[in-house]
């Protein structure tokens, strides 16, 4: 089978230079592991972090080693009690066609549930994120007009559904192309959209929310939590979740310029990172999966087919090639 290894550090953007694609013996798994068949692999922005050598919350991938991300993947073979051959289970060893997985850092799902690229989607790391980030960390309210940058990506098109069915009056998106904002207001119910290359975050966000916003939730930093510090409320929320205009540029730019908002306007900005958030878990499967159930969720996915190309998914996704959430098929 195939592995993608890191073969250098991005300096700025990255680039396929940046990847080895190597083909590998399978691996045997050891006691209390197993060996996995990967089918479906997520890629995601944090990568990029660890793609660098930067201190960060996850550790950086190592030069010439496999990289690693969410997976789901079949057993194949079994040396823990408790998974057989034949086992869908999600874990965290992408980039590769055979996975050796600890038994511990595996989770079995259900194929016949629901599709496996929901484990990595709406029932998955993303849709947590979004849960995690409204509820607890911008503690959305019924009423609160909500903003949400990234919003046809993947965590954004679920936080701004997810504040729609908590009670939102009027949720608010921003995203990069006048396909996308169709989107958001055609099949994801929105109730505005802007593609922020039309003109300046500012105007655009005061223009589609004249009396203010109470919650940010921010995938994107820079100019659009600038543009959101302006337009929020007295006692205005804002969830850090992101903010991936900052992640490909070689140079850091300065911050917004109206921080004392926060003072004035008794404003809380909090970052949060998903993993810390587990005890939301069991809420979340039953809340979001329930209206998954209802079909009250739309969900698109941009799904890249071949291990292959998972480095070119990966710059797709740093680019804005994904609506919804970007996915590479393996197997
Ligand atoms: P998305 O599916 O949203 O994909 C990334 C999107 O970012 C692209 O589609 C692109 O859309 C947009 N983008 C790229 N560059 C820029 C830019 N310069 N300005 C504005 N938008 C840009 O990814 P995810 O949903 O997986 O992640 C969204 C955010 O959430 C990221 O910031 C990520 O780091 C963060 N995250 C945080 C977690 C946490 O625990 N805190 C967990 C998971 C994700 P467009 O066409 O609109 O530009």
């Known amino acids: 089978g195939l592995e993608i290894r890191l073969a250098s550090r991005p300096k700025g953007w990255p680039t396929l230079e940046n990847f080895d694609i190597v083909e590998v013996e399978a691996p045997q798994p050891g006691d209390g592991e197993l060996l996995v068949r990967n089918l479906l692999m997520s890629v995601d922005p944090y990568m990029r972090g660890r793609m660098s050598a930067a201190k960060s919350y996850t550790p950086p991938y190592e030069i010439g080693k496999a990289m690693e991300g969410g997976a789901v993947g079949e057993v194949v073979a079994s040396n823990a009690e408790g998974f ?31 599709p496996l690229s929901t484990y990595l989607y709406v029932l998955g790391m993303p849709g947590m994120t979004a849960y995690v980030g409204l509820v607890d960390v911008a503690e959305q309210k019924e009423g609160d007009v909500v903003f949400i940058s990234g919003a046809a990506g993947a965590v954004g098109s679920l ?16 995203a990069g192309s006048a396909e996308k904002v169709r989107y ?7 109730d505005a959209a802007f593609n922020y290359h039309d003109g300046p975050v500012a105007e655009q966000l005061n223009a589609a929310a004249p009396d203010g916003i109470d919650v940010y939730f921010d995938n994107v930093g820079g100019e659009h939590l600038e543009a959101a510090i302006d337009a929020l409320n007295d006692f205005g929320r804002v969830a850090e979740c992101g903010m991936i205009s900052q992640y490909n540029i070689a140079e850091p730019e300065p911050g917004p310029r109206n921080m004392f908002m926060l003072v004035a306007k008794r404003l809380r900005l909090e970052g949060f990172i998903v993993g810390d958030r587990a005890h939301l878990k069991d809420q979340f499967v039953a809340e979001v999966g329930g209206w998954l159930r209802e079909g009250k969720i739309n969900y698109r996915e941009t799904v890249v087919d071949g291990l292959r190309n998972a480095p070119e998914a990966f710059l797709g996704l740093m680019r804005g090639d994904n609506i919804g959430k970007m996915l590479v098929k393996i197997a």
């Open 184 to 190: 958001l207001l055609d099949e994801v119910g929105f």
């Open 84 to 114: 057989q051959p034949g086992d869908i289970v999600r874990h965290l060893r992408g980039w590769r066609d055979y996975a050796v997985v600890g038994a511990k850092q595996a989770t079995k799902v259900d194929p016949q549930a629901a």
């Open 159 to 174: 936080a701004g559904q997810i504040a729609k069915l908590r009670g939102a009056s009027r949720v608010i998106g921003s």
